[in-house]
């Protein structure tokens, strides 16, 4: 399994524990919110505000709260506004992290990164410290059982991915983002399923932890998931599927 599909399918196998907490929710509302205020209300014009609906309707959110969500960005109906911003760091062994957020206190959510990196061996960083490690990309993840290699490769490379690959018990498929909904669509529309699928940022590079260091690793990138502020995290942390398992 490779790296950038690890964490992904860590957060997948979580999801549960997510959506107890109401977190799933809370992030897809920010997401939408913040995505029609920097792109418009209209989701045929603004990919970002797409993918968020879309994201929003694969979790069941009512229509209502989708439209409110809109609303606020858009500015037709008061509520919070939001920053969003992406932050640096290192997490053990010189792991790059990279986390998203989206906040109404750039003060407290600055603060409550420091402490986590802080106290799970890793530090923050300056801006442009691993971004250039990260590049956009989309992420669809298909179980081995549900396709052929051959029919898969032809149902997404004809809709525009660049990539495939075996991945143990799934295939990986990799998009740019803007081939990203086509090739989603094209997957769909071939009877298809996918485990899990989001345009997230793809490292160039993999670092792999063992031991002490991978567990100190997951606390932290656990620790980060859990702040309120977090929308995403992405990391260029790799370890064996063992370690993923426990």
Not at 14 to 23: S, T
Not at 54 to 66: F, G, H, V
Not at 88 to 102: D, K, R, S, T
Not at 126 to 135: A, I, K
Request: zero cysteines.
């Amino acid at each position: 399994m490779s790296g950038h599909s690890k964490w992904a399918t860590i957060k997948h196998k979580k999801g549960a524990a997510d959506a107890k907490r109401g977190k799933i929710f809370t992030r897809l509302i920010k997401e939408i919110s913040i995505a029609a205020k920097q792109g418009g209300g209209d989701p045929d014009g603004n990919p970002r505000l797409r993918t968020a609906i879309l994201a929003a309707k694969a979790e069941n959110m009512p229509a209502d709260n989708i439209k409110r969500a809109i609303q606020r960005g858009t500015g037709e109906l008061e509520g919070v506004s939001y920053e969003d911003i992406m932050y640096e760091g290192y997490g053990p062994g010189g792991v790059a992290i990279m986390v998203q957020v989206l906040t109404d206190n750039k003060n407290r959510a600055v603060s409550e990164l420091r402490h986590a990196f802080s106290k799970n061996n890793g530090n923050l960083g300056e801006v442009g410290s691993v971004g250039y490690l990260f590049t956009k990309k989309g992420l669809i993840i298909v179980a081995k059982s549900a396709v052929s290699e051959e029919k898969l490769t032809e149902i997404v490379l004809d809709a525009g991915a660049d990539d495939l690959s075996d991945e143990g018990d799934t295939w990986e498929v990799i998009t740019d983002p803007k081939d990203y909904d086509a090739v989603l669509a094209a997957i769909k529309a071939a009877g298809i399923t996918p485990e899990h699928a989001e345009v997230t940022m793809i490292a160039s590079t993999y670092q792999k932890l063992e031991g002490t260091q991978a567990a100190a690793m997951m606390r932290l990138l656990e620790t980060l998931e859990d702040l309120d502020d977090t929308q995403n995290v992405y990391t260029n942390f790799d370890m064996d599927e063992v370690a993923v398992a426990g």
